[in-house]
Structure formats: C-alpha cells, structure tokens
C-alpha cells in the first residue's frame, strides 16, 4: 500500500497557515459569544479600539441586535406613556343634579343617537335653619287641656338643635376653629351667636357625649395588651385670666382593637393611670416611667 504524497510546504506557507488558523479560532470564539453568550454579551459596540478585533458578521447576527435595540426603545415608550396624568373621577356615591341642555335648532323629527355627560363638582354652603314645634291645645268637655309633649332635646329649654351642636364640636375639636372664629361665620349666615355663647352650649353638649366615652373605656380596657404615654397640654383656666396652666392627655392604645382613649389629667403623677388601670389585667407597655410602676394599677 503506497503513502499518500504530503506537498512539501515553505516555512512561510505554514506560517500564512498558521496565522490564518489562529484568525478562524478567534472569529468562531466571537461568534460562539455572541450567539450563546447573556444578552448584555451579544452588543456590540459602535465605535471600537484601533487595537480591538474586527469581526465581519453575518446578516443574521446584525438583525437580531437591532431586534433588542427595538425591544428596548419600546419599552421605554410604554413607561413613559403610564405616567400620563389622568383626571379623579367623580364618587359614585356622591348625589347628582341632571341638568338637560337641548339644541338651539328644532329638534322635532330628529333621532336621538346618544349623548355626552360632562360632570363638575360644586359645593352648596352650609345655611341655619329654624325648626319649629307647633303643638295645638285643646280642651275637653270636662275643661281639662291636652298638648302634646315635646321630644327630647339636647339642652333642655335651650335654641341649639343636634345638629348645630354637632357642627361646633367638630369644629372645635377636629378643626380647632376657636369659638369667635365660629361665631363670625355662623353671622355670615345670618345669624348673630356671642362666642361666650357657643362656649356655654359646650358643657351640656360634651355631657351627651359621655356614655360614647364610657364605651370607648370599657372597649380600650378590656384589651389583652395596651401602650401608654402622656403628653402636656397647654389648658385655659377660668380661674387665672390671661395665662394658661399645663395639664395632661394620658393617652392609651390597643393595637389589636385599634382603639384609642384620651384620659386628661392636670398633672403628671401616678394618681391618673393608677385610678384607669387599677382593674386592667392585660398587658401594658410604657417608656419605663415611674407613675406606671404601681402595683395598683393591676397587671403591668
């Protein structure tokens, strides 16, 4: 059996070889990362080195980085389009006032093919009003008189209704509106009420409140775990005019009931928490002040 003939081959023709195939390694490495490589890999920059290898790559290669180049700018429009400002639309729940506004034309034979609803929201301000009682008398044969009774009022003998008491507590305690704040509006609306008025109707109003502030205890003490702070409050005095003295909100917490109650106290010392919490048997957690140290107050 005869040998195959090997041309023989110049030293330089094996280093053209050599080099040639050196050249064809590299390319098929390139191509190899740009194929399987992470997406981050398979760009290819626009402006290269001098130094950095150029590669000549094929048309498939060239569609599928301007396919991510695409993907990406189409991204960023959908981003960019979400952040367009829409208007609030109007609660359902809110009453609405239809207000029909026809065509100057004659519409006499015309077919109605739908309609466009435009929605605004307005306020009407708040107005007084008087509620009266007309009780007619009358009397029997046997001359005896008969009148109804009044219903239960608020202030016994007293002109605010519930819902003008309701409105000045609001006020006065959600707002912090001061009483002469509150009679300059309530004589824009036509009705002339002194702010030591207002300030005498409270009292009686705060007393209806009570039993709801009985509860709101009841509720709060009969929780399993209870937090528990104090703050001062600067408080009018009646009895010292032009200053004020610093009283106290022991405030209580129940993170399970979400419930909080207010106990006003004029100082800060141990006789506050002590009188609430001499029945409590839950847990209660403090700052480590010493007024909630005391035995009496129950299970600490």
């Keep these: 059996m005869s040998e195959p003939c090997i041309p023989s081959l110049s030293s330089e023709q094996i280093q053209q070889l050599l080099e040639e ?62 952040k367009t400002a829409t208007r609030q639309l109007l609660p359902a729940y809110l009453p609405r006032i239809e207000i029909i506004i026809e065509p100057e034309e004659d519409t006499t034979g015309m077919r109605k093919i739908g309609e466009e609803i435009t929605e605004e929201l307005d306020l009407k301000p708040a107005r007084l009003f008087v509620r009266r009682y007309i009780r007619p008398r009358y009397v029997s044969q ?43 509006r309530y004589e824009q609306l036509g009705m002339k009420i002194p702010s030591s008025t207002l300030n005498g109707w409270l009292p009686a109003a705060c007393g209806l409140l009570e039993p709801l502030y009985l509860a709101l205890q009841f509720e709060v003490l009969h929780a399993t775990y209870l937090q528990a702070d104090e703050t001062p409050i600067p408080v009018l005095d009646n009895q010292k005019k032009g200053t004020t003295h610093r009283g106290y909100h022991w405030v209580y917490y129940s993170p399970e009931k979400k419930l909080v109650l207010f106990d006003y106290q004029q100082g800060r010392g141990r006789e506050g928490p002590t009188k609430l919490l001499k029945e409590y048997q839950g847990y209660l957690q403090t700052d480590g002040y010493q007024a909630y140290s005391d035995r009496r107050c129950g299970s600490l």
């Design 21 to 82: 195939n050196q050249r064809l390694r590299e390319e098929l490495a390139e191509l190899k990362r740009l194929i399987f490589g992470s997406k981050r890999e398979r760009f290819v920059p626009a402006s290269q080195d001098a130094c950095q290898l150029s590669l000549e790559l094929g048309e498939e290669v060239q569609q599928e980085a301007a396919l991510v180049k695409q993907t990406i700018s189409y991204q960023r429009a959908v981003k960019q389009a979400a």
């Design 142 to 184: 046997e001359e005896t008189f008969h009148i109804a009774n009044l219903p239960a009022r608020p202030i016994e003998k007293g002109i605010p209704g519930p819902g003008l008491l309701a409105q000045i507590i609001v006020d006065k305690f959600v707002y912090h509106l001061p009483f002469y704040r509150q009679a300059q």
